[in-house]
């Protein structure tokens, strides 16, 4: 008789770095009887070739799910420990529960089964690659639809990042609710800014 495989999910975050939007966790459990061809760190790949691999994941994979840990848990919390909550979230709400999980990077959340943290696991172990990229999509499509609740600061283009725009855009219009308050260009700003603009702060 042979033996059943482990159930063993990866997990990954995306959106440590933006100051604006929340952070996206996902968790997934692959099919070893059904391997999806060019898994890897969703960063490594274009737009498209991650719209493809998501509708493959979500396919074929045995479960998967995508969690969030929203502005206020980051500023909270601050973003370690809300990206680890999200991908807390993302493993509860698996259809079926791993009896492994790998995580990337080198923190792991508390989850009740034996797991490992694994630096550049979105690289080398397909189920973290298979997540990240369902971490990254789920969280780009939100940014896109947050440029229509707060139009003007270039959401769809930069994804909440720290670019030259996206500061400019701060710096012009103020922050606004989708932005994290601790992170140091918005905290710097609201420490600044007379009562005009903090209109922004509402949707």
Same mark, same amino acid.
């Given at each position: 008789m042979t033996e059943r495989a482990l159930l063993i999910a990866g997990v990954d975050e995306a959106g440590r770095g933006p100051l604006a939007g929340p952070v996206s966790a996902a968790a997934v459990i692959l099919d070893p009887a059904c391997p999806i061809s060019g898994l890897d760190d969703s960063k490594k790949l274009s737009p498209a070739r991650r719209a493809t691999l998501e509708r493959a994941i979500q396919e074929h994979?045995? =479960?998967?799910?995508?969690?969030?840990? $929203?502005?206020?848990?980051?500023? +909270? *919390?601050?973003?370690?420990?809300? $990206? !680890?909550? =999200?991908?807390?979230?993302?493993? =509860? =709400?698996?259809? @079926?529960?791993?009896?492994? @999980?790998?995580?990337?990077?080198?923190?792991?959340?508390?989850?009740?089964?034996?797991?490992?943290?694994?630096i550049g696991g979105d690289g080398l172990v397909p189920a973290i690659g298979a997540a990240s990229i369902l971490a990254k999509v789920a969280r780009d499509r939100l940014m896109v639809q947050m440029e229509q609740d707060f139009p003007g600061y270039g959401f769809v283009g930069h994804k909440g990042y720290p670019t030259r725009a996206? *500061?400019?855009? !701060? /710096? /012009?219009?103020?922050?606004?609710?989708?932005?994290? +308050?601790?992170?140091?260009?918005?905290?710097? !700003?609201?420490? $600044?800014?007379?009562?005009?603009?903090?209109?922004? *702060?509402?949707?």
């Open positions: 994979a045995l =479960a998967w799910a995508v969690a969030w840990a $929203s502005v206020e848990e980051i500023d +909270r *919390l601050n973003i370690l420990h809300a $990206s !680890l909550l =999200a991908m807390q979230r993302a493993v =509860a =709400a698996l259809p @079926i529960q791993p009896e492994r @999980i790998l995580v990337d990077g080198n923190r792991c959340p508390d989850f009740a089964v034996e797991t490992q943290a694994i996206h *500061l400019e855009a !701060l /710096r /012009r219009l103020g922050p606004c609710a989708a932005h994290r +308050r601790s992170f140091g260009p918005v905290r710097a !700003l609201l420490e $600044s800014t007379t009562g005009g603009m903090m209109h922004r *702060l509402t949707p």
